[in-house]
């Protein structure tokens, strides 16, 4: 492989602004027509839920036929209004920098939030005034990367997650660093700190400790320290065995609260500082979140898990005064919902059809958690900011309001080996005569789930992974979006039934999603694709040297050889879990699952792609495929992308890469 390029080492910049009644501009009219689609990120509500910020972008709207790459759309920080929406400030401090972490104070007089340059060498320290006169101040600079900001429960000091001097981008799906010269020798495992910073500016004070990555974290109620998860070593690869621990706030040292035999993530403190909860369970990926509730004593102890026969996957958590609140995925719903912390009975309060989001979790909360707000969006209606009561809430923007749906969108459900399974199917607006092309699009992971998110005009409307769906259904294609055992959405028995059986039962899944789709569907069996990325890309290899069901597919960032990939890849801690051993002490599991054992069986015209440096699934695993697949005779075309991780983020690479993903499903599946 080609050595990698030194990463430019960003200055992340944590700022706050005071924001006085004084200082509110009045709301800007919006246009007549739509010029691309907003989106709404980092969410963040007011401690008193009045007020809700976010970084805003309009990704423009693309010519059907431009063959130039639309560059990524630059944020501005933007503060509603909770009561009709009208925007009250504006915030754009550094034109180069992209804003993130935002976190409102605990008066709710100031935001503080984290502006990252990228560039080589290069950071832009201005300070601003917003367009009402609130001015921006810059409270400390980080020569690396920073994320995650916190104010402390008093409001004397903010907290964040930083890597002074990275080498990388934080998580595996990131470029990985060259790794070049004596490997035992190189120094190049970042460790993710946390930093405290006072509130009126200065030096970083890092009080976790030097040899260990924090992955997440939570002030304690008291503001003496930290609740969070941890690892010694490779901040890539050492999550899956991390710990839940307690920092203090004064750099006193770590103490160890307790090791689960899960992943973990969202630690949260009880108001009483007694109990900490957090959410357990068999994930694949660091941010892709699903599991039950647990709770442990914050003195220490064994976890004791609340919700055992929850039929939903938990993803996110937090305590407001006792009242334990999490979102779920239940089936084709996120819900909203009250864990009891000593029963474990959940209430759920409210469940739609639709994604949410926010800054820190899928939903904000006041202090009080009566007024809750989030970024809601489905496969037909474009993102918007909801805000209010849980139970009544309702959208306080109307940016996109004029685009209209792209799709038809169907919640699909059927059975397959005594599960029941779920998924999504997404046909035209309007479905011409006839019999129609299907794709089949097998979402990564292998934990986690296809869920709704906006199918949009603006540049193509797709997600890497889920190709690029505007275009297809255009075409007059169907997509199904199968979520098959081993996904989040019905409880940690269903996550956990494609343990030591990759490729297994979840092929026998979709493949019944299939049956099940084309008894309801205009749908021509002998025009099948199928396409994933990631475990989705792995699902694709295995797939067609297991069944010639599909006449075209497309594997991205896959696995091929799980023996040979145990030895490369970046994150191996990941595997024993989901293979009850490594790969050097039960080798033979790890060979009956890799897709090259039958790779004499595929016949399936395969385009494959991945990045030059890809962490998670490395591009040798790609190779070996390729090159199996013309040993046997099979049409293939493999791309790689130069400097690239395991997400395709160069906006002329991922141009690049759909447009041959429709050059290839068309010239097997078109009429």
């Not at 689609?37 to 010519?63: K, N, Y």
């Not at 560039?119 to 320290?125: D, F, P, S, V």
């Not at 990555?213 to 690892?231: L, N």
């Not at 996120?334 to 989001?357: F, H, M, N, W, Y």
């Amino acid at each position: 492989m080609t050595a990698a390029k030194t990463m430019a080492r960003p200055i992340a910049i944590l700022a706050s602004i005071g924001l006085g009644l004084s200082g509110w501009s009045v709301a800007v009219a919006q246009p007549a027509s739509p010029a691309g689609l907003h989106q709404h990120s980092d969410l963040a509500l007011s401690p008193a839920g009045d007020r809700v910020a976010t970084v805003d972008s309009l990704e423009p709207f693309a010519a059907p036929t431009s063959t130039q790459a639309p560059a990524p759309p630059h944020g501005q920080i933007v503060v509603r209004s909770v009561h009709g929406g009208a925007a009250l400030v504006r915030l754009d401090p550094c034109a180069t920098c992209s804003y993130d972490a935002l976190t409102w104070s605990p008066d709710g007089k100031s935001l503080a939030f984290i502006a990252s340059d990228h560039k080589a060498g290069i950071a832009l320290l201005e300070v601003a005034s917003s367009e009402a006169g609130a001015p921006v101040r810059t409270l400390a600079k980080i020569f690396g990367v920073a994320d995650v900001a916190r104010w402390s429960p008093d409001g004397t000091k903010i907290a964040l997650l930083a890597v002074p001097g990275a080498h990388k981008q934080i998580g595996a799906t990131q470029a990985g660093a060259a790794q070049v010269g004596d490997l035992d020798a190189l120094d190049v495992a970042d460790e993710q700190r946390i930093g405290v910073v006072a509130a009126s500016g200065g030096e970083v004070a890092y009080v976790s400790p030097a040899d260990t990555f924090v992955y997440e974290y939570s002030w304690t109620p008291d503001g003496r320290g930290f609740v969070a998860t941890a690892a010694k070593g490779n901040g890539d690869n050492n999550w899956w065995v991390a710990k839940l621990v307690a920092i203090d706030a004064h750099g006193a040292g770590l103490r160890v609260i307790a090791t689960p035999k899960t992943q973990l993530n969202f630690p949260t403190v009880s108001a009483d500082g007694r109990t900490v909860a957090f959410i357990g369970g068999l994930m694949s990926d660091f941010g892709s979140v699903g599991g039950d509730v647990y709770s442990v004593p914050f003195s220490g102890g064994a976890p004791i898990d609340l919700t055992p026969v929850f039929k939903g996957s938990f993803n996110s958590l937090d305590w407001r005064g006792q009242t334990l609140f999490a979102t779920a995925v239940i089936k084709d719903r996120t819900a909203i919902a009250k864990v009891d912390p000593v029963s474990g009975a959940v209430q759920v309060l409210r469940a739609q059809e639709a994604s949410l989001s926010a800054g820190d979790g899928r939903i904000a909360l006041s202090a009080d958690g009566t007024i809750a707000a989030a970024v809601v969006q489905d496969f037909e209606h474009a993102p918007a900011i909801y805000a209010g009561p849980v139970a009544t809430w309702a959208p306080i923007t109307n940016d996109n309001a004029d685009l209209a749906p792209q799709v038809q969108a169907h919640s699909v459900n059927w059975t397959s080996d005594g599960f029941e399974v779920q998924g999504w199917l997404l046909a035209p607006r309007k479905v011409s005569a006839g019999l129609h092309p299907m794709v089949v699009v097998i979402h990564g992971g292998p934990s986690s789930a296809a869920m709704p998110t906006y199918v949009s005009a603006a540049s193509s409307g797709s997600v890497v992974g889920r190709g690029p769906i505007k275009d297809l259904v255009d075409r007059g294609y169907f997509v199904l979006l199968p979520n098959p055992r081993g996904s989040y959405g019905q409880g940690e028995a269903f996550t956990r039934a494609n343990i030591r059986d990759f490729g297994g039962g979840d092929l026998r899944d979709i493949l019944a999603g299939v049956d099940a789709v084309e008894k309801i569907a205009p749908i021509d069996d002998h025009r099948l694709g199928v396409m994933g990325h990631s475990y989705g890309g792995f699902m694709t290899m295995w797939t067609v040297t297991h069944t010639n069901r599909f006449k075209a597919a497309i594997a991205g960032a896959g696995v091929s050889n799980w023996i040979s990939y145990y030895g490369e890849n970046g994150i191996d801690e990941w595997m024993p879990p989901f293979f009850g051993a490594t790969a050097y002490d039960d080798p033979a599991i790890y060979e009956k699952l890799s897709p090259l054992t039958t790779i004499k069986d595929a016949h399936t015209p395969t385009l494959l792609y991945v990045g030059e440096r890809d962490v998670e699934c490395p591009e040798p695993q790609t190779l070996e495929f390729w090159r199996g697949l013309k040993a046997v005779g099979v049409p293939t075309q493999m791309i790689v992308y130069a400097g690239e991780g395991h997400g395709i983020r160069v906006p002329a690479d991922y141009l690049d890469l759909e447009r041959r993903e429709i050059g290839w499903l068309d010239r097997y599946l078109a009429p």
